[in-house]
């Protein structure tokens, strides 16, 4: 059983779209974060939200979190080939384990 | 100093190698992990250690032994391993002062090939 579902799983885009990715599940979560990750490099946390419906920007990236903290989303604006990757998130019952459950990812490509 | 430094970058081992991956940071986290990684596919959790402690050993065959010497060093050993075991090993910390917020920072991996 995923406990995160992440959609859509792969997407190949034009430069200049837009774009929503999405992160679901049945189990609230006390933090959700939001990764990037490039070929052959580690992931790179973009955003932590901790509050439901808390909206945080990072320049063109928008993130949400769901009022119940079941479910996030990453909206792009016109998007940038740098922009390519695996978005990865993930999330963090709480608790003392310090275990986080990522999502399958979504392999994004932005077309010049 | 805000970065997970892993070493090697890259390892190509035979079946009857023994090997070591090896994590560091100084950022004061308290938490530990390795992740192993296949191709486009999202980071699958082997180990958690907290406070040097295993805190998590998520079922992972015993030809992967992890060790964490003190607060800011966390090693692999690599014994016997698989084709199959070939992948990006991750190694990532994250701070404990907060228990409602996980937060992970990951080094770049050591990408493993197993002959």
């Known amino acids: 059983t995923q406990l995160l579902e992440q959609s859509p799983q792969f997407l190949s885009i034009q430069e200049g779209e837009n774009l929503t990715v999405y992160c679901n599940s049945s189990?609230?979560?006390?933090?959700l974060q939001w990764y990037r990750q490039e070929p052959g490099e580690g992931p790179v946390l973009l955003v932590t939200?901790?509050?439901?419906?808390e909206v945080k920007k990072l320049k063109r990236l928008t993130f949400q979190f769901g009022d119940a903290r079941k479910d996030s989303s990453l909206h792009i604006t016109a998007a940038q080939p740098g922009d390519t990757g695996l978005y990865l998130c993930?999330?963090?019952?709480?608790?003392?384990?310090?275990?986080?459950?990522f999502g399958k990812g979504t392999l994004l490509t932005v077309n010049p | 100093d805000t970065e997970v430094t892993q070493t090697p970058k890259h390892l190509v081992m035979g079946m009857t190698n023994k090997k070591s991956l090896k994590c560091e940071q100084h950022?004061?986290?308290?938490?530990m992990y390795w992740y192993k990684q296949k191709a486009k596919k999202p980071p699958e959790l082997m180990f958690v250690?907290?406070?040097?402690?295993?805190?998590i050993n998520e079922s992972v065959p015993s030809r992967f032994s992890p060790e964490c010497p003190n607060s800011s060093l966390l090693n692999l050993h690599l014994h016997a391993l698989q084709p199959e075991d070939s992948a990006l090993y991750l190694c990532?910390?994250?701070?404990?002062?907060?228990?409602?917020?996980?937060?992970?920072?990951f080094g770049q991996g050591t990408r493993l090939t197993v002959v």
């Open positions: 189990s609230v979560f006390s933090s």
């Open positions: 950022m004061g986290h308290r938490a």
């Open positions: 939200v901790v509050t439901g419906g």
């Open positions: 990532a910390s994250s701070p404990t002062m907060t228990s409602y917020k996980t937060e992970a920072f």
């Open positions: 993930a999330g963090d019952r709480g608790g003392s384990n310090y275990k986080l459950t």
């Open positions: 250690y907290s406070y040097e402690k295993l805190s």
